[in-house]
């Protein structure tokens, strides 16, 4: 008898020890309170966090979130690494970029799955623009220096042959003041994000020569898929906090659902008015534009991270491709359950 019931005790053991990370998954945030940094917050690139932070995503899983924006992405993540703000809304690649600094970061659920940049050139500073060589010497306007739009600026300019050190980055954020930096003539050339980009292209004021905001043009600037906006935190942070992860990611992939069905008024019912630059039409056409390049369940592609390792190691040289381990720089464990309850 007592063999039976002691059998029956670890049968019982064996499925609780299973079943407890389960548990844990559903469990109440370790954090409650959660300070996330942005860079343009305004820009397509970041929809998904707006949309739940407007529709009340983030509260419906118990988080009280306070979203604190900055000028890029470069800056976002410096206010998480100087410690006042937890988690990072951000590209992808910083992850990759900071184990070479010996700083381990994670991302947990992606938020674009193409970068959404385009890299265009005055038609009024530059009217005469015949290849990517004639931008050596230029100003070229970025969100942030260091941010994912310097990132696709360099990949650009080095397979032209032209190192970073041969232009001028300059900060313009990636909103009104980014529009007014290039006609002023403050700038040669943008990097940005839309709707800026879209707004510029339409009335003749840049001409676009690459493109990442569809996965055709992503394909052709980077070989592969390239994940852009994500959430991602110190290792250290995730690991501590795997209730709280798991909250964020939910909200995030609810947003993603949500956005799967949207039609343009009632993302211009839910974003804030001062998102749309004075002129709804355009954003409207800007957010058709890059429509595709927002990630539908917040998984990372393998493959993503890979092309992401390969397109660093080729411009910079603090990455060395063969130093990086790539399975820290992501997991898909909350997605991948956020993707199960929403149907994402």
Known sequence: MSVTLSRRQFAALAAAVVAAPALRAQGRPEKSKVAIAVGGKAAFYY?????????????????????????????????????SADVVSGAYEHTINLQGKNQYFQAFV???????????????????????????GRK??????????????????????????????IGVGTSAAALAALRSGQIDAMSNVDPVMTMLEQKG???????????????????????????YAPLEFVQKHPNTCQALAHAIVHALKWLQTAGPSDIIKTVPEGYL??????????????????????MIPDEGARTALRALASFEPSVKADKVELAKTYTNEFARRAKDRYKA
């Not at 310097?150 to 980055?169: D, T």
């Not at 996965?215 to 906006?229: D, H, I, N, R, S």
């Not at 058709?288 to 990630?295: F, L, S, Y």
Request: aromatic share 6%; net charge neutral; proline share 4%.
């Open 47 to 83: 929809l998904p966090l707006t949309i739940a932070e407007q529709l009340g995503y983030f509260k419906a899983e118990g988080l009280d979130v306070e979203i604190a924006d900055f000028a890029g992405g470069s800056r976002a993540l410096q206010a998480v690494v100087g410690g």
């Open 110 to 136: 992606l938020q674009g799955r193409a970068p959404a940049i385009a890299l265009g050139v005055s038609t009024k500073a530059m009217p005469g623009y015949k290849t990517v060589a004639d931008l050596r």
């Open 140 to 169: 070229i306007g970025v969100s942030a220096p260091g941010s994912s739009t310097n990132m696709v600026a360099n990949l650009v300019l080095s397979r032209a042959g032209i190192k970073a050190s041969e232009v001028s980055f």
């Open 205 to 231: 004021e840049v001409k676009i020569i690459s493109d990442t905001r569809t996965l055709k043009g992503t394909q052709e600037v980077f070989g592969g898929p390239m994940p852009a906006g994500c959430l």
């Open 277 to 298: 630059l004075g002129d709804r039409a355009l954003y409207l056409a800007s957010f058709n534009k890059v429509r595709e390049a927002i990630a539908l369940d917040g």
